[in-house]
């Protein structure tokens, strides 16, 4: 049995990894996660993992000096570092550490199939049997922006709903939607009022703050520049 320990404080970042993992291994796995170094540690020891996925940064205990540790304890164990910053000094203390591998956050599906095959954890055939699911911070990020869409959100905000930093949250829905958060709910706006438009004879000054702008003047600009035409040009097409 392949067992797993994530060592990460980011909610959305361990339960997305934790799906993918299960996804890969099978419901033999046994996949564990932590919350902060020490626990890492702590629980390393008991259940000993094949493969421990670090977090660099981790409160309480940072991942550089909770790999050490575990790897002094379990020189056998796998420690894969996870990050989202690219600096050459955190890839030469993860190596130092013990790491096998360093992953640069936002990482992609291909990317963690790539390591464990590169680690003896994973073959091909067992990748070819990974389900195909839609991922779930989209399908979380989805219900909350059919939610929030028409009041005045900023990217924090969403942030701060999917439970990560915002810096994070940028790098990861840029990778997820290869669009930035403001052109994805600007998009996305425009979708909707189209919708009132065709489905609807709600007055434009209206349908603006029903998908999110306070000022109609701005709403119709918007909407020209992604359509190419005014609102109300557009409804006298249809």
Not at 157 to 176: I, P, Q
Request: with cysteine.
């Amino acid at each position: 049995m392949i067992k797993v320990l994530i060592a990460e404080d980011e909610p959305l970042s361990l339960q997305n990894l934790t799906g993918h993992l299960r996804r890969l291994l099978g419901a033999d796995a046994l996949i564990e996660g932590a919350a902060n170094g020490r626990e890492a540690v702590d629980m390393a020891r008991r259940i000993r993992p094949q493969l421990v996925l670090m977090d660099i940064e981790m409160p309480v205990m940072t991942g550089l000096d909770a790999a050490a540790i575990i790897h002094e304890a379990l020189p056998e164990t796998h420690i894969v570092f996870l990050t989202a910053f690219d600096r050459f000094d955190y890839a030469v203390g993860a190596m130092r550490a013990g790491g096998a591998d360093y992953l640069l956050k936002p990482f992609d599906s291909a990317q963690i199939n790539a390591c464990l095959q590169k680690l003896g954890l994973l073959t091909e055939k067992q990748e070819h049997r990974e389900e195909r699911s839609e991922n779930p911070f989209c399908a979380q990020f989805s219900v909350w922006l059919a939610n929030h869409y028409m009041q005045d959100i900023s990217l924090e905000e969403a942030a701060e709903a999917m439970g990560m930093s915002s810096f994070y949250f940028s790098r990861f829905f840029r990778t997820a939607y290869n669009r930035t958060f403001l052109e994805y709910l600007t998009s996305y706006r425009i979708e909707r009022a189209e919708e009132l438009l065709r489905q609807t004879d709600i007055p434009v000054r209206e349908i603006a703050p029903r998908v999110g702008y306070t000022d109609a003047n701005y709403f119709t600009k918007v909407f020209k520049r992604h359509c190419g035409c005014t609102p109300t040009d557009y409804r006298s097409r249809l």
